[in-house]
């Protein structure tokens, strides 16, 4: 069953400078075409600025009111935007005219929970972009577009129609105004000279008067648009690599004011990943500051990922952890998001039952968390040397480094902590003290090397207890014969969890 859904973004010329996300101008704002209002908020409507108008009048109306010229190549470039996002849900994805986008979503109803679900995710995604959206479905790619730009929701208000079945398209399209199809537009004073108000007006008119008058563009608009005649699409087309740039609408002087637009960036980069059947283990996120004489080079935030993933989520949490601890040298203007490494999306398990404690995916994303909120100097793995002395033996390193594995007997007790400088214990009653006097729970265990790089040690190592049951590593330093009259020195070495 094909099903397409529909994207319209009505107030497109207007959200592209002010997006909903921003804080509204208290007198309004305007877009202007050839010094004419084509589209106003409702604070400039208020003021009195309606379509149509002048500058002047606008200016004489509402001087205070923000206009802003309008930008076609950017309102394509946001489109295109929007299609890389939407590519979430089906690699098939089409521009059309009046900033509008098909999605063929067909076969991703069942993986995203059936087409109600499915038209909310998509709301929400277009809410990242600070966008107004009127999403429709229905078994036709024209018959969805008609219906995002001219239906009506139940009970008559505005709205997405969704619809899967040719006979309930066609119940939803016959009510809609006949302008709605572009290609009745250069007739349409002759069809209101016949009458005509709706489509079904027009299709109760002969097909073959029709066609010697209005030609065949029109019978065929209609005809795709009720199923009856087949549709072809120019798929959206990605490029090879990931890159994309967000001008901000503001300076920043704080680099977590930046979450949205990073946010705005993320969703196309899993856009771009889906439809690629990909997962990045890099990216880097760059922070473009002021041009000039003196600017600064951009602040580049690398994020490395120990495993590769395509969720719009986790990498959000890592940008986010990440911009909390950037201090800005000077205000932004710009952010870049650019796929340092991919590879091949694995498939999802096809497990039974699910790891206990979380799969190799959930801690790798829980490490790659902990990296972005404490740095990665901060988040260490053992990687022991190879030497019997324990104060050389243990070595920590940053998770992500990668180091030749050593192996350790496993025979041997060895501590989770280790004291960077053995404390020497007091003796009392010829037993070692450390907040009570402490018992030998194992063997002896003797060590004695460094003779080949002049730091010899001569210890014999005991797991110890005291008397609340914690458990600590002590060695008694040897003594040599001709020391034999000094006392015995135990030192404190390391603490078992």
Known sequence: MRVFLAVHLPKLSLEVFRPRWLPEPAHGSAVLEKDKVVIADSAAREAGVALGMKRGGVMTL???????ERDIAREVAVQREVSMALMKFSPDVALLDEATVIVEVGASLRL????????????????????????????????????????????????????????????????????????IHPFIDW??????????DVRRLPRAGLQRRCGEHLLDSLDRAFGTAPELFDWLELPPTFGARIELPDRLEHADGAVFAAHRL????????????LAVTAITLSIEHERGRQALAPTLIDIALAEPTWREDHLLRLVKERLHRVEL???????????????????????????????????????????????????????????????????????????????????LPRPTWMLATPVRLIMRQHRPFYGSPLRMMSPGERIEAGWFDGALVTRDY????????????????????????????????GLFG
């Open 62 to 68: 509402a001087p205070e009111t923000a206009m802003y």
């Open 329 to 411: 040298a000077a205000p932004a203007i710009a952010l870049r998001l650019d796929a340092s490494k991919v590879e091949a999306a694995a498939p999802d398990t096809t497990d039974l039952f699910p790891e206990p404690g979380g799969s190799p995916e959930d801690h790798a994303r829980l490490i790659e968390l902990l990296i972005a909120r404490l740095g990665d100097k901060n988040v260490l793995r053992p990687a022991p040397t190879a030497d019997y002395r324990p104060e050389v033996a243990n070595r920590w390193v940053p998770v992500n480094e990668v180091t030749r594995r050593v192996s350790l007997p496993d025979s």
């Open 462 to 493: 005991f797991v110890m207890q005291a008397d609340d049951h914690s458990c600590y590593w002590v060695y008694l330093e040897r003594i040599s014969s001709r020391d034999a009259e000094e006392a015995p020195r135990w030192f404190l070495h």
């Open 112 to 183: 995203f929970g059936g087409l109600l679900s499915l038209c909310r995710q998509a709301r929400t995604l277009l809410d990242t972009f600070g966008l107004t959206a009127r999403i429709s479905a229905a078994p036709t790619g024209q018959g969805a577009w008609l219906l995002a730009k001219y239906g009506r929701g139940r009970g008559g208000r505005g709205g997405a129609r969704r619809v899967l079945q040719l006979a309930s398209l066609e119940r939803a399209l016959l009510p809609l105004p006949m302008f709605a199809v572009p290609e």
């Open 191 to 200: 069809f209101t000279g016949l009458g005509c108000e709706t489509i079904a």
């Open 266 to 277: 993320i969703v196309q980069l899993c856009g771009w990943l889906c439809a690629k059947q």
